[in-house]
C-alpha cells in the first residue's frame, strides 16, 4: 500500500499550508519535502483542482535561476531528486498519469490565454475576438450602405463588395 500523500493547501493569497504539520509552507519548503522523497499532493483551497504539477514547475523554474550560484553536485542533487519523484509518480496507471498530464497542459494553456488577455487589455490591443466583432460590424454597416445606395440608384448601382473576414484570410 502507497504511503498517504503529503497535502498541502493553496490559499488565494498564494499561501501554501502544510496540513501536516499546520504550518505555512515556502516552494522552498517543498522542495525539501521532494528531495527527502515524500509523495506530496497541492490542491487549490477553494475548488480542490490538483495544483501539483504547477508547483513543482515552479520550484523547477525557482532552482533554474539559483543555480547560477549553487555547486553543479547540489543542483545534480536536487535534480536527481525531483527526477526521482516524477519517475515515482508515472510509475501509477498509464490513464491516469495520461488524464493528470492533459489536464495540467489545458490548465497551464488556460493560464496563458488569461495571461495573453489581460496583457493585451493592459496595452490596449484588440483581441482577435474584438477584430471578428468589427469585421462584422463593418460587414453590417457595409450592406446596409449599399441598400441606401441601391435605393438611391433605383437598382442601376454596381452589387455590394462582400468583405473577406479576417479569419477566411
Not at 515515482?88 to 491516469?96: I, K
Amino acid at each position: 500500500m502507497a504511503a498517504p500523500k503529503h497535502l498541502i493547501k493553496k490559499y488565494a493569497n498564494r499561501k501554501l499550508y502544510d496540513t501536516q504539520t499546520s504550518r505555512y509552507i515556502t516552494l522552498a519548503g517543498i522542495s525539501r519535502l521532494v528531495r527527502e522523497g515524500r509523495d506530496i499532493q497541492v490542491v487549490d483551497r477553494d475548488t480542490g483542482r490538483d495544483l501539483t504539477p504547477l508547483i513543482l514547475s515552479q520550484i523547477v523554474v525557482g532552482e533554474e535561476k539559483r543555480s547560477d550560484t549553487e555547486t553543479v553536485d547540489s543542483l545534480h542533487d536536487r535534480g536527481q531528486a525531483l527526477f526521482d519523484y516524477v519517475r515515482r509518480t508515472l510509475s501509477g496507471p498509464a490513464h491516469l498519469v495520461s488524464s493528470r498530464v492533459e489536464r495540467g497542459r489545458s490548465e497551464l494553456e488556460e493560464l496563458v490565454d488569461l495571461a495573453v488577455e489581460r496583457a493585451l487589455t493592459r496595452l490596449s490591443i484588440p483581441t482577435r475576438r474584438d477584430l471578428e466583432a468589427l469585421g462584422a460590424r463593418l460587414d453590417e454597416l457595409e450592406a446596409a450602405m449599399a441598400r441606401l445606395t441601391a435605393r438611391e440608384d433605383g437598382g442601376r448601382g454596381s452589387a455590394p463588395r462582400q468583405r473577406t473576414s479576417a479569419r477566411a484570410r
